[in-house]
């Protein structure tokens, strides 16, 4: 009784173990995706490795971010290094 119910179960951990690590080895693939590694870990791991290379694969590279600082007359967003406002015309001194 016991036999059959561990040549059962030691193929599925095999294949669960297997399938967990391929999951963490794709989900670091993701680094410098707009993905997060968790979504694609899980993604992975439920779906299947070749599932979740395809979403790792097929989504886009994070957008690079300028440091900002905020206009104090119009409060918009504007680019640290920017001595005119774009959106009032607002001039930082020295």
């Given at each position: 009784?016991?036999?059959?119910?561990?040549?059962?179960?030691?193929?599925?951990?095999?294949?669960l173990t297997g399938f967990?690590?391929?999951?963490?080895?794709?989900a670091d693939r993701s680094?410098?995706?707009?993905?997060?590694?968790?979504?694609?870990?899980?993604?992975?791991?439920?779906?299947?490795?070749?599932?979740?290379?395809?979403?790792?694969?097929?989504?886009?590279?994070?957008?690079?971010?300028?440091?900002?600082k905020a206009c104090p007359?119009?409060?918009?967003?504007?680019?640290?290094?920017?001595?005119?406002?774009?959106?009032?015309?607002?001039?930082?001194?020295?």
């Amino acid at each position: 009784m016991l036999i059959p119910l561990l040549v059962f179960l030691i193929p599925v951990f095999v294949v669960l173990t297997g399938f967990y690590f391929l999951a963490k080895v794709i989900a670091d693939r993701s680094e410098n995706k707009e993905i997060s590694r968790e979504s694609v870990f899980w993604i992975s791991f439920l779906l299947g490795p070749i599932i979740g290379l395809i979403v790792v694969e097929v989504s886009p590279l994070k957008k690079e971010t300028h440091p900002t600082k905020a206009c104090p007359e119009c409060a918009e967003e504007v680019n640290v290094q920017a001595k005119l406002c774009k959106h009032c015309g607002y001039r930082w001194t020295a």
